[in-house]
């Protein structure tokens, strides 16, 4: 038997829970069939998440592409395709990669698995970034290395963390509707053992009663407490978030049933959401908006 | 004498010869390695500037491997040998990285300035920092005179220039004291 789940018409972080509800209920090894046909838009976190549910399941899934040309020549250009095909049976319409003015790709979908990965991430963000950042978003020139450090610690955690690969991708767009501004975002999702697990595994560690998803992104997101004893573990995350803080920007991170959100003046989003349908690994989303210039 | 260690270069030679970031954990191990490597062939007291010029972007997870791992290696009292460290062409974005995993881990570096001058970076407590400033201006000096340049008790200052020192911040030579940097 074949489940049939529809992909909303907008696929980001928020939409991509109702995707995660109807796949709770679907056994791993039962063959589900992603409907992407009436998908106008997605955002990186909605594409590298979709990747990464192909992961999770021990039948491989299928997936139809969207039917819109607009949005499958984006889907194109992100390199979604490319990991798709390897990880999806694919249906539906072929789609090329065209030139857009609206949306501009800073970082294909790109595979991270190992240190090296992480290298290449960077060197090939600092040559696109640097001049999409200062020109469209009004961030400093300086804070394109911060840029890049905030990329490069968001990726080493699947390294460092999350037991097999994952995927990073990042996007610039206009985000008319929610903050009628142009954003920058940055999307890392795996499949891995996600962060109650990553901190489980720490020796001699002694779990509280009230020891859950939610509790484990507290520690390592708020408190930047990591598995490894070494004191000087956790500092990544604390750095995203001191990047973040700086250009008043927004970091979520989902893992298990749970998502933890640092939440800008801008946003109205939740700090702390729990009893999620669950995901494996972890899904982190960084978002850093146009600055506002008196110009 | 002076040792001069490029991480560019021994990243290059011990990572990868592509690279010129200083990024990840395993990146950040390997060239500390290599410092290593490059300190056990000097003798037993030394001082090696670690020259960032080359380097594009350091992340903070490099940065402790790095800056922080191989300061508290050397401040340790069971140092394998009597290093000193002067840090060079260290830019604003490395900074950040670096002032962060000093104050992570309550230690502090001496950086030289493209013009020569050299500063402290990191954490440093108010008696220290006035006794390596009177350092400075008085150049090598003994500690009697850094108390009175410092307006530190005398009773105190052995302790203050004693941390100075095993801190990596500050050198002592024959019975008197100078700023690490100050002798290039």
Known sequence: MTTIINLPPSLDDRTFETVLEHLAPVPLDEKVLLDGRHTRWASPYGLTALLTVAQTRAEKPALVS???????????????????????????????????????????ITPVAKSEDVHEVVGRIQQKSSSILVKELNIDAKATMGFAMTLSEACQNIVEHAGRGGWVAVQTYRWQKRLGRRVVVIAVCDAGVGFRQSLESAQGRRMSDRWDDGMALEEAVIRGVSRFRDP??????????????????????????????????WDEDVPLEEKLPPFPGAQMQITIPERITDR | MINHIDLSTVLRRTVCDL????????????????????????????????DFSH????????????????????????????????FRGVSDSHLDAIETVLERHGLAIVAQAEDGTVVLVGTVDD?????????????????????????????????????????????????????????T
């Open chain 1, 232 to 265: 000087g573990r956790g500092q990544g995350l604390a750095g995203v978030r001191r990047y973040i803080g700086r250009w008043d920007g927004k970091l979520s991170v989902r893992s298990g049933t749970a998502r933890i959100a640092i939440v800008p003046s």
């Open chain 2, 127 to 183: 008696p220290e920092r006035r006794a390596w400033e009177a350092m400075l201006r008085l150049g090598r000096a003994m500690a009697v005179d850094l108390a009175r340049e410092a307006e530190i008790e005398p009773e105190q200052v052995e302790r203050v220039l004693s941390a100075l020192c095993r801190r990596r911040l500050a050198m002592e030579l024959d019975g008197s004291y100078v700023v690490v940097g100050a002798v």
């Open chain 1, 66 to 108: 969207p039917e819109s040309d607009e949005t499958g020549s984006y889907w194109a250009r992100t390199g979604f395709f490319k990991h798709a095909e390897e990880l999806f049976e694919m249906h539906g319409t072929t789609h090329r990669a065209r030139a857009s003015g609206e949306s501009d790709v800073l970082l294909e």
């Open chain 2, 55 to 86: 380097v594009g972007l350091l992340d903070y997870s490099c940065a402790d491997e790095i800056v922080a791992k191989l300061l508290m290696r050397y401040a340790d009292t069971n140092a394998p040998r009597d290093a000193y460290f002067l």
């Open chain 2, 19 to 50: 690279y010129s970031d200083l990024v990840t954990r395993p990146t950040g191990a390997a060239v500390r390695d290599g410092i290593e490597k490059q300190l056990s062939e000097l003798g037993e007291r030394s001082l090696t500037v670690i």
